[in-house]
């Protein structure tokens, strides 16, 4: 019975940096998402999370998406 394949170094290298480009384009939406909720003038702790929440569906998603690209292409490109 043949071994099951390993995942090459390089593969592993990449999902490493894919989660890192991801997780620091969430840490940077949820930075945008809570300035947007303690600047609202909502009066409820309830308007602050649904401000939130909105910040973090638009533009929240493409914040996630353009750091991850920045931190992909500037990493495989060797853009500094």
Known sequence: MPKPARP?????????????????????????????????DAATTADRWSTFGDAMLFPGLLVIVAVAAMVWLGWKANID
């Open 8 to 40: 090459t170094p390089s593969r592993t290298a990449d999902a490493i940096l894919a989660l890192v480009a991801l997780v620091l384009g969430a840490v940077a939406a949820c930075g945008y998402g809570a300035w947007r909720a303690v600047s609202s």
